[in-house]
């Protein structure tokens, strides 16, 4: 079993940055593909980014293409998001997901484990 707890979110004010950390515990990670999810208030959970664990390439999605980066530390079995230039639409609750495998993943339903999230506020 992979168990994978999420950290760093906060308020912020637009234009600001937060760095979400989410630490991997249970399994080694080998082939994995890590991502990031958000879901605002009313809405559906939507994919933000992803990261092949072994080989480190990356998918984004167009809305935060060019503020968010999304990493990985194999040493210390830790993915994270480097969010800059928040807007208040980025507001909502922010989830590391994982799924076995090599191919980058968008799709939300084939993920089966899961964080139990990080509050992101950006305020205007």
């Known amino acids: 079993q992979l168990q994978l707890v999420e950290s760093g979110g906060g308020l912020v004010q637009a234009g600001g940055s937060l760095k979400l950390s989410c630490v991997a515990s249970g399994r080694t990670l080998s082939p994995y593909v890590m991502s990031w999810f958000r879901q605002a208030p009313g809405k559906e959970r939507e994919f933000v980014a992803t990261?092949?664990?072994?080989?480190?390439?990356?998918d984004y999605a167009d809305s935060v293409k060019g503020r968010f980066t999304i990493s990985r530390d194999k040493t210390q079995n830790t993915m994270y998001l480097q969010m800059n230039s928040l807007k208040p639409e980025d507001t909502g609750v922010y989830y590391c997901g994982a799924v076995s495998g090599w191919t980058l993943r968008r799709r939300e339903y084939v993920y089966n484990y899961w964080g139990r999230g990080t509050q992101v506020t950006v305020s205007s």
């Open positions: 990261i092949a664990w072994n080989v480190g390439s990356t």
